[in-house]
Structures are given as C-alpha cells and as structure tokens.
C-alpha cells in the first residue's frame, strides 16, 4: 500500500462512493489511464477530513435537486445531489424522441459565472427514486483554502439520451454556498520555467500544483512541432516504486492570459507526500 492512513470514522454520507463511481465510469476507457498497482489510494488520503455532509433542497418547479456532499482541495471542487424530477417531464422527452424512460439520463447544467471555474466534467446514474449526480468543477488562479467560500450556480436541467439532449432553463439559478472550511489544502508547487515537449506541440511550462484529486499546469505554446507516434501520458511515481499513467490530458484558455492551463483529474485521490516525481511530457519534476 502507498501512504495508507486510517481513515477517519464517517459520520452520515460514505465519500468514498464518490470516487468509487467516478473511478468506473473512468474505467471504461483503459487506453486513457494506466495503473500498475497502486490498489490502495483510496485510503492514501482521509476523505471524510476534506468532505461535508450537505442537506440543502431547492424546488425549481417541474422538480427539485438535493445536494448531499462535497469533496474539495484548492484546485477541485466535486460536489454530489440527487434529482427527482416531475413524471411529465420525463415522458414528455420520452414521447418526443420514442425513448424508453430508462434510456434518459438528467443533470444540472453549472452556469458560466459560478466562481473561478474553467471547467466542469461529472457523471451520474439513475437509481429506484430519481438521479444522483456529481459534478466536478476545476478551479484556476486564486487557490482555494479554508477560508473560501465556493458558490455553485446551476442554470438548466439537461435531459439526454445517447442521441438526443433538451436543456430546460430555470426562472431564477439554482446556487449552492459552499464554505470551503472541510477541505484538504495540501498542495505542491512548482515553477519549473522550462520548454517541455507535450504530443505535437513545444511548450513552455510555467507553474504546477500537485493536489490531492489532480495535477494542473500553467504552459504557454511556443511552436508546433512534429506529429507525434503516440500521446504523452502524466506520469506519476510513487516512492514505492508504483506509477500512473493517464492520457487524459485536456487543456482550457484562460480569460486574460497567454498561457493554456491543463489540468488531469486524478482517478484516485493521492496521498502528495508519497510521490517521488511527475513527469509532464519530456519534463521531470523529482519530488524526494
């Protein structure tokens, strides 16, 4: 096992489930992470520390969500609820498109202007009494710390099948105030200033952040390059000798810089003081 700590006694919602969906719906793609045998990283870090129980219901009209947890360090926030959503609405969309109700699948859509976040991602199922839902927003700029507060805004309902999507809008935002007061604000930063070579394109990499739940970077293109025989994956190596390697790696403009900002959300939350080093494309941070 890598770091494991005992995890402390959880009082109400079970946060591993969190990641534990996350993970398998991760899972379905092996060509996008690798793992040669970190099997414990859940209990690498203490989830129940950096989550909160939440109990907050809003009644947007032909529905109404339930926030039930979060999980956050200073770079993610994954926020999880429950949809139960008005029967007419559900079969209306079903009519319209010859869908079977369990073919549907419902989500928030989080507003532009919810606060410093690039960007979301998230994934849900759908259970005997409704939907449950995470969604997982990417925080740039100003690191988050116990002493933030974290306004979610949600804008519409999003119903989808594999070929069809229906975005009701709501009167007024859903929003969610989150004191951020739970999280884990372990964190490793590093300003490298140094070209690194990242698939086709040369970059020139300014500043990482290891958290817990992922791995961002500041890089500014300097030129296309060569085509490249295959992707370069994050690598992450643990001072056991164990290593992960994800290709997921997606990056997102930042309004007013010159930099891309990429950002790998881990498929395990980690425990930082177990890295040895990380390697971004041909660059190596060493760790120990």
Not at 128 to 134: E, L, R
Not at 241 to 270: A, M, R
Request: proline share 3%; net charge negative.
């Amino acid at each position: 096992a890598v770091g494991v700590t005992a995890a402390g006694a959880s009082t109400g919602w079970d946060f591993t489930k969190l990641f534990q969906g996350f993970y398998s719906q991760r899972a379905l793609d092996n060509s996008e992470y690798i793992d040669t045998g970190i099997e414990n990283q859940l209990a690498a870090v203490d989830l129940t520390a950096m989550g909160t129980d939440l109990y907050q219901t809003t009644d947007f009209g032909f529905g109404k969500v339930t926030f039930t947890g979060a999980v956050a360090d200073s770079s993610v926030v994954m926020v999880m609820y429950e949809l139960d959503i008005n029967e007419d609405v559900l079969q209306n969309f079903a009519q319209d498109y010859n869908l079977q109700e369990n073919e549907i699948r419902v989500e928030l859509k989080p507003s532009p202007q919810t606060n410093g976040c690039y960007g979301t991602q998230g994934f849900g199922e759908r259970t005997v009494s409704g939907y449950k839902h995470t969604v997982i927003f990417e925080i740039h700029g100003n690191e988050l710390n116990t002493e933030s507060s974290f306004n979610a805004s949600f804008c519409d309902l999003t119903l989808f099948s594999s070929t069809n999507i229906r975005e009701i809008p709501f009167e007024e935002p859903v929003v969610l105030k989150l004191p951020l007061d739970f999280i884990n604000t372990d964190r490793v930063t590093v300003e490298p200033d140094t070209d690194v070579q990242i698939d086709n394109y040369l970059y020139e990499l300014k500043k990482v952040n290891i958290t817990p739940l992922a791995v961002q970077w500041d890089a500014k293109v300097i030129r296309k390059t060569r085509k490249p025989d295959k992707s370069s994956p994050l690598i992450m190596r643990f001072k056991d000798g164990t290593e992960v390697k994800n290709y997921s790696l997606t990056s997102s403009d930042v309004e007013g810089s010159d930099s891309d900002t990429f950002l790998v959300l881990l498929d395990k939350p980690i425990n930082i003081n177990d890295l040895s080093s990380v390697i971004i494309g041909n660059y190596t941070i060493n760790l120990e």
